[in-house]
């Protein structure tokens, strides 16, 4: 007879986890979801604990960090896998954080609920056992964090949150890697995945300037004289920025600010294909590629963790860019 699976689950809270208050809004529950309980039977050893309570747009990086110590335990315990039950707002970020520090061969799958226990068709505890299912899977091992919602399976570099209520919330579509339905898992693109960080407190002073049309520069000069350490800048098209704008980024490198630039396009990424991108090229602004605004503020946070400086975080990040032979 197989073994049971053994698996972590994570309560970090989240629509998942919510309640209503006396008027009928979602708020964060005080205490733990008790999610395993309220699960069927299932085929899997599960233990359950708690990082966090409340809804995911009050997360900080200490919640996140808390969540890789488990992964961690969960790693050295010997467990086959970790679920992570989250709030689907900051989802994206803490899956792709922890894929930055996740240097073991257990998978680390990301999911949660558009709609409230309790709600009309409410699709947590669905997407709950889509998730159990890939952290036991045999072929899931390597592929780090990963978000499963929906029955789409995505590898947290690329996975986004395109839809702000309806069911199947995280895309891209076609990035999907695989599969979770009536059938089973299918795991069919896995990721080549980067080497991870060693272990590190992120550099919380790192923030996003979004542009917009006819957007200036003091944005930048205001983060630069509060204090921040790096600045990623979401740009048009390929990571194209307003003239008026380059003069305060290049204040801000003159003040050992690290620089990255992003799109806010959905995919395409980053080139200094034109005039402005260009001179953010020059002056050693860390192009995203492919990673979102949020992504890269992240991986600039951890290059600049412990204090690290500017020029080596750079160096890190470029490293961690770098496409894979």
Not at 120 to 144: E, K, T
Not at 269 to 277: C, F, L, Q, R, V
């Amino acid at each position: 007879m197989t073994a049971e699976p053994a698996l972590l689950l994570i309560d970090a809270g989240g629509t998942i986890a919510s309640v209503p208050d006396d008027h009928g809004v979602l708020v964060g529950r005080e205490g733990s979801a008790g999610l395993t309980a309220a699960l069927p039977p299932v085929p899997y050893r599960l233990t359950e604990r708690q990082a966090y309570a409340g809804l995911s747009e009050d997360m900080a990086l200490a919640d996140a960090l808390r969540i890789a110590d488990m992964v961690a335990v969960a790693e050295r315990e010997g467990l086959a896998g970790v679920v992570v039950a989250h709030g689907t707002d900051t989802m994206e970020d803490v899956a792709f954080l922890i894929d930055l520090l996740h240097p073991g061969a257990i998978p680390v799958v990301f999911t949660g609920a558009q709609r409230a226990p309790g709600a009309p068709g409410a699709d947590g505890m669905a997407n709950l056992l889509d998730a159990l299912a890939v952290a036991a899977h045999p072929a899931a091992r390597g592929i780090g964090s990963a978000i499963v919602f929906g029955g789409r399976i995505l590898s947290a570099p690329v996975a986004m949150k395109l839809d702000s209520s309806g069911p199947e919330a995280f895309g891209p579509q076609g990035a999907a890697i695989g599969r979770v339905d009536e059938y089973g898992v299918r795991l069919e693109l896995l990721p080549r995945r980067r080497p991870p960080f060693d272990p590190v407190t992120p550099e919380p002073e790192v923030e996003i300037v979004a542009l917009g049309l006819g957007s200036g520069g003091r944005q930048v000069d205001l983060l630069v004289q509060a204090g921040v350490r790096g600045i990623v800048v979401q740009g048009f098209g390929r990571g194209n920025v307003p003239g008026e704008v380059l003069p305060a980024l290049e204040r801000a490198k003159a003040a050992g600010v690290l620089l990255g630039i992003a799109t806010h396009c959905i995919g395409g990424g980053t080139a200094p294909s034109y005039a402005s991108g260009a001179a953010l090229a020059r002056l050693g602004a860390v192009p995203a590629g492919l990673l979102s605004a949020r992504k890269l503020r992240l991986l600039l946070a951890v290059a600049l963790g412990d204090g690290r400086p500017a020029a080596e975080a750079e160096r890190l990040a470029r490293d961690w860019l770098a496409p894979q032979a």
